[in-house]
């Protein structure tokens, strides 16, 4: 079973508008992290925002902002008030820590967004 | 602080061959890992470290191996290269624990043919 799945493998958006990018994630493990990067057509991997299981808030970060369902098991990503400068490919990614020291990132196979002026 | 280097930055391989990517980091972390990235795959873990001396595999660790020496210092080898190994690595590395991102070097792209 796929650890985390994104299901939309492209979107396009009209510039300043909001966009949700889904994800949902498979583990049974209560301590985990959820991850999103962005990867520019540049290559790099950036690192956008970062939920803990037990943050009872939603995360947060400029226009960037995670929507944590834990029932639901989903971290969708939330860009507010789109730029040309998102267009990129976004990752969303788990961590697990069943042991100290083992912690593994996986990823989901990403959602090219495109930004349209 | 550079954060996390590879190289080379672009390499063409005969299958058969064997060569070493390299990766390291300067900001002390104990965690440092190895993907590659396939079109439509994501990012995949091959091995990864916990510290020196400690290394694990990951999801396809198959015809590679790793060692860890030094805190800083991650490479990778293929032992024998094969087409399916054509993709783009990426090293990462972090504070060993659950909170903390990982980050990424700027990748290395592997062809071979």
């Known amino acids: 079973a796929q650890k985390i799945t994104q299901t939309q493998p492209g979107m396009f958006v009209q510039e300043k508008e909001a966009v949700t990018l889904d994800c949902t994630y498979d583990?049974?493990?209560?301590?985990?992290?959820l991850f999103w990067y962005k990867q520019p057509s540049s290559g790099e991997m950036i690192f956008l925002i970062y939920?803990?299981?037990?943050?009872?808030q939603n995360a947060t970060e400029g226009r960037y902002s995670l929507n944590f369902q834990k029932a639901r098991k989903s971290a969708n990503l939330v860009i507010s008030a789109s730029q040309l400068g998102d267009s990129a490919m976004y990752f969303c990614?788990?961590?697990?820590?069943?042991?100290?020291?083992?912690?593994?990132?996986?990823f989901g196979t990403g959602t090219r967004l495109t930004i349209i002026p | 602080n550079a954060g996390v280097t590879q190289t080379p930055k672009f390499q063409v391989l005969k299958t058969g061959q064997s060569m070493t990517l390299q990766c390291a980091q300067d900001?002390?972390?104990?965690?440092m890992s190895w993907y590659r990235q396939d079109p439509g795959m994501g990012l995949r873990l091959i091995h990864y470290?916990?510290?020196?001396?400690?290394?694990d595999q990951g999801e396809v660790p198959n015809g590679y191996n790793v060692s860890r020496s030094t805190t800083e210092d991650f490479p990778l080898r293929l032992l024998s290269a094969a087409p399916s190994q054509t993709s783009v690595y990426f090293c990462?590395?972090?504070?060993?624990?659950?909170?903390?991102?990982?980050?990424f070097g700027p990748g290395t792209r592997l062809t071979v043919t």
């Open positions: 470290s916990v510290g020196a001396g400690i290394t």
């Open positions: 990462a590395s972090s504070y060993s624990s659950l909170g903390y991102e990982q980050y």
């Open positions: 939920q803990g299981s037990y943050d009872e």
């Open positions: 990614a788990m961590r697990e820590a069943p042991n100290f020291g083992n912690e593994k990132l996986t």
């Open positions: 583990t049974s493990d209560q301590s985990y992290g």
């Open positions: 900001m002390n972390h104990e965690y």
